[in-house]
């Protein structure tokens, strides 16, 4: 295969060390530096060749990305609530022992629970549990019914009340607004039902294969612009088994260290090296890049190969990936990228195609395009694009595809359909509509928060915005008074982020109005002021924001 080669480049005789281009490759193949096939993709959606492409990057200069840090009063603030909750605990702790079964006859054994977790759990955590696992019972479009709950236990358990409140929904990642129960996408994937029943009940390699998985690779691989693609059931699998097929003990993985849970897993079953960066941070990522070259393997050895694994949009930050430059240090250094697309699929770029599209890069510089088909497609599961012989390699090595059952026809049918609208092949420009009602729902949705007063961080052409709370008490008391006023939003504390940085976070999607977002907004306004959300010191905008 093509994407990993052996330490010693067999076709040209280069030997571990050498000094090549002006750096030492350590052993690690230098592949191409410039990709024989420039193309990039044109206004009307189609590859085509561009030379100059490199020229046409958005380069830091358009760059608008913002993480506002707050006062140190709120860092102070915020730090103390939680050692206090932590405090109080342990007091609660200390005269009520709580009644909980001790591991008994293990000695020798990892023990079952982590002592820290099962604290955190019990007396933190719990008190803001109810804002957390909230049962729905309709489908999560623009809005979303949950069903009401009650505990009578402090946070024990719940009691459903019989009584459901319907929401404007901000939580769902519903970027082009295809999580629909109507429509073609519905209506196509109830055909397929018919036609090949509910599941494949078999793996892809027995007999789990169906013209729809066939039909949809070869379409994923043409709306990716690459030469092949596979998909897989399951989103968090693809990455989670995916990456021990590629990587072994012996490789290097330059990991960006707000990476998904699914990135985390896959390489730490793979035994490859991982090495951290700064969120992108692209000086960091070449600083530790380029002192792992000259260190090698712990055994002197060089490296079997240097994989640099990030994502385009990422879930907690609402960042976007600053491609160009590194694909730059992947070409300066003859390292290969593993780039997860699962937010950005669909929800970036003017043709819907991620950060390749967002950036005009060509998207063969990249060497493994993951993403997933649960938030832009409305639908499930994931797919792997790239070069023929990766793509041959995964078909017999993947576990996910040899061994996991195959993507259910319905699911698969959804993603087809979507798709398909998205490229403008149903023959209407519904597909460019939503894209562009994403884009602007966006900037307004940011612009105004700004206006507000709130921290968001990320990037202004990321739909996911999240809103800094900073106080863990406050992520529940904005979701529960949000929720009060019927908007439906995540909200995300310590472990999923620093303690510091507690976080509402809002996904925007092509299917809401503005009347929604205003809505929302003025809700957020009222609620800035009684729970002092307003932490923003930048200057404020203070004319109309367009929509
Ligand atoms: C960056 C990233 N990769 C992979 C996944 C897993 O995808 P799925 O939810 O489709 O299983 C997620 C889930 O949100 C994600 O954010």
Not at 182 to 211: M, W
Not at 268 to 280: C, Q, W
Not at 446 to 469: C, F, N, W
Not at 493 to 507: D, K, L, S, V
Request: hydrophobic fraction near 35%.
């Amino acid at each position: 295969m093509t994407v990993i080669k052996s330490k010693n480049n067999k076709n040209t005789g280069e030997k571990v060390g050498e000094k090549i281009n002006g750096f030492h490759k350590n052993g690690f193949v230098n592949h191409k530096l410039v990709s024989v096939d420039e193309t990039c993709i044109d206004k009307n959606g189609s590859i085509e060749s561009n030379q100059d492409i490199n020229n046409q990057y958005k380069r830091d200069e358009n760059f608008k990305e913002s993480f506002e840090q707050p006062t140190l009063i709120t860092a102070c603030l915020t730090y103390l609530g939680f050692y206090l909750l932590m405090i109080i605990g342990y007091i609660n702790q200390l005269f009520f022992v709580p009644k909980v079964a001790t591991e008994k006859n293990r000695d020798d054994y990892v023990p079952l629970f982590a002592a820290f977790e099962s604290f955190y759990l019990r007396y933190v955590y719990r008190r803001v549990k109810d804002c957390w696992n909230r049962p729905i019972c309709s489908c999560p479009a623009d809005t979303v019914t949950l069903k009401d709950r009650v505990t009578k236990d402090y946070g024990w358990t719940f009691e459903f009340t019989g009584t459901e409140t319907k929401c404007l929904n901000l939580g769902s990642y519903n970027y082009l607004g295809f999580a629909q129960n109507k429509g073609p996408c519905a209506d196509d994937a109830i055909e397929s039902i018919h036609k090949y029943g509910i599941a494949t009940y078999s793996p892809r390699r027995e007999l789990g294969t169906n013209a729809l998985h066939t039909e949809l690779e070869k379409l994923t691989a043409e709306f990716l612009g690459v030469e092949d693609a596979i998909v897989f059931g399951m989103g968090f699998a693809t990455n989670a088994l995916n990456l021990p097929s590629l990587l072994s003990p012996g490789c290097l993985v330059i990991s960006d260290e707000k990476n998904h849970a699914s990135i985390i897993l896959g390489l730490r079953l793979s035994g490859a090296t991982i090495k951290v960066y700064k969120h992108n941070n692209t000086h960091h990522l070449e600083k530790v890049i380029q002192q792992a070259i000259v260190n090698g393997q712990p055994n002197g050895k060089p490296w079997k190969k240097i994989l640099i694994i990030l994502e385009g949009v990422f879930s907690m930050e609402g960042s976007i990936v600053k491609l160009p430059e590194i694909i730059e240090i992947k070409k300066k250094y003859g390292a290969f990228i593993y780039l997860d697309e699962a937010h950005s699929i669909g929800a970036t770029g003017n043709h819907g195609r991620g950060v390749c599209d967002f950036y005009g890069i060509n998207p063969k510089d990249v060497d493994i395009l993951m993403g997933t088909f649960t938030k832009s497609f409305g639908s499930a599961g994931g797919y792997i694009g790239g070069s023929k012989s990766l793509i041959s390699f995964l078909r017999a090595n993947s576990h996910a595809h040899c061994y996991a059952s195959s993507m259910a026809p319905a699911v698969t049918q959804q993603i087809l359909t979507s798709m398909k609208i998205i490229m403008g092949l149903d023959g209407t420009n519904e597909g460019k509509k939503r894209i562009d009602q994403l884009a602007r729902n966006t900037r307004y949705f940011r612009k105004r928060l700004a206006q507000i007063g709130v921290i968001t961080y990320g990037h202004e052409d990321s739909p996911v915005v999240p809103m800094l709370v900073y106080l863990f008490s406050k992520i529940g008391a904005v979701v529960r008074t949000l929720t009060k006023r019927q908007i439906a939003v995540v909200g995300a504390g310590f472990p999923a982020t620093p303690i510091m940085e507690g976080r509402i976070r809002f996904c925007l999607s092509a299917a809401h109005t503005k009347e929604q977002l205003d809505y929302a907004l003025q809700v957020i306004d009222e609620i800035g002021d009684s729970l002092g959300l307003k932490y923003s010191r930048k200057p404020r905008d203070l004319n109309q924001i367009e929509y």
